[in-house]
């Protein structure tokens, strides 16, 4: 099993930067993909960023060119770095993880732009 526990969320103002971090329960070089959601008030589900175990990554088109999806193998940590944020980035932000047929989510953490 994996439990991913995501931290690093908060208020900004429109312009700035955070960075989330997912720490899994157990070594992520395994893992064959981790990555985030997002949810925002009254929206689905959607996906934000994935990175596979060949390290090969996917991004919504709302965030290419402003979020980076990273690694730290050896501190079994994904990281999302958010820069050039939006207002209409505010969602509780998800981290999840595929293993062995099943997906693992985080509690979820709260980003708010303040325009």
């Known amino acids: 099993q994996v439990h991913p526990v995501e931290s690093g969320g908060g208020l900004v103002q429109a312009g700035g930067s955070l960075r989330l971090s997912c720490a899994a329960s157990r070594s992520i070089v395994s893992i064959p993909a981790m990555g985030w959601y997002r949810q925002a008030p009254g929206k689905q589900r959607e996906l934000v960023a994935t990175m596979r175990i060949n390290t090969s990554t996917n991004y919504a088109d709302s965030v290419k060119g402003r979020f980076t999806i990273s690694r730290d193998n050896a501190k079994n940590t994904v990281y999302l770095q958010m820069n050039s944020l939006k207002p209409e980035d505010t969602a509780v932000y998800y981290c999840?993880?595929?293993?062995?047929?099943?997906?693992?989510w985080g509690q979820g953490t709260q980003v708010t732009i303040s325009s």
């Open positions: 999840y993880a595929t293993y062995y047929g099943n997906t693992y």
